[in-house]
């Protein structure tokens, strides 16, 4: 099995589109997919993982040869920073508060995600240069 990392993200949250535009810009190295939880590779990975059906924003599933491992709230985001060369340092530096606030931190974003940065209509659509990035 080859090292995959995908990072899973509500298609119609404004917040969540604009975390994806920053990785994607972000990302020199390409070491992220992308799958809406609208889409048909979340159904596929939920029926393995039945814990992540009541995440609403955003995750990471690492696939390696060791097996899978899921990163849910805060940890996804540092994860997803540390592997960003520009911004590891805030990776690493968000380990220093304690992970129980640091997921209410997360859980009170997420709450307010939709007043604050809208709610579309439709998931984001991968321009032709992103298509390959973005699974279904």
């Known amino acids: 099995m080859i090292e995959q990392t995908i990072i899973f993200f509500d298609g119609v949250c404004g917040l969540c589109n604009r975390t994806v535009d920053f990785v994607l810009s972000e990302d020199r190295e390409r070491k992220f997919l992308f799958s809406p939880l609208q889409g048909e590779t979340f159904q596929r990975i939920a029926r393995d ?21 899921l990163l849910l709230r805060s940890d996804a985001i540092l994860y997803i920073l ?52 973005f699974l279904p």
Request: overall charge positive.
């Open 49 to 69: 993982h039945p814990e992540i059906m009541n995440v609403d924003s955003i995750f990471v599933l690492r696939s390696n040869p060791e097996g899978e491992e």
């Open 82 to 133: 540390n592997k960003l060369p520009r911004f590891r340092w805030l990776g690493r530096l968000g380990y220093i508060c304690p992970a129980p606030i640091r997921n209410f931190l997360y859980r009170l974003i997420a709450a307010t995600r939709y007043p604050i940065w809208g709610r579309r209509d439709s998931c984001r659509l991968p321009t032709s240069e992103e298509k390959t990035r």
